[in-house]
């Protein structure tokens, strides 16, 4: 069994900053890709950032410049630090894994959500 535990959410106010956190711990070999997703109400599910065992990061274009991703390998743990926030940025922001289990099954893991509101 894996869990993703995410922490950090909050409301701020436009220009202000927030810092999200998640953790993942269980029957987990490797974790493969790290990831924060959003979703805005009434809108699909959009990739915000990842990062690959090795440190590739991958961004969307709405987070380059603003948001950074981060990944704690010994801990399991990934965080993005949200910087410059938009009212547009408001949404739940999901934890993402791509992860080998110990049982050496591939999966991918969503965290519980945590909700960002950037007010103006």
């Known amino acids: 069994q894996v869990q993703l535990v995410e922490s950090g959410g909050g409301l701020v106010q436009a220009g202000g900053s927030l810092r999200l956190s998640c953790a993942a711990s269980?029957?987990?070999?490797?974790?493969?890709?790290m990831g924060w997703y959003r979703q805005a109400p009434g809108k699909q599910r959009e990739l915000v950032a990842s990062i690959t065992k090795s440190g590739r990061l991958n961004y969307a274009d709405s987070a380059k410049g603003r948001f950074t991703i981060s990944r704690d390998n010994a801990k399991n743990t990934v965080r993005l630090q949200m910087n410059s926030l938009k009212p547009e940025d408001t949404a739940i922001y999901y934890c993402?894994?791509?992860?080998?289990?110990?049982?050496?099954?591939?999966?991918?893991?969503w965290g519980q959500g945590t909700q960002v509101t950037v007010s103006t």
């Open positions: 269980g029957s987990i070999f490797s974790i493969n890709v």
């Open positions: 993402n894994c791509d992860l080998v289990s110990s049982e050496y099954r591939v999966n991918i893991y």
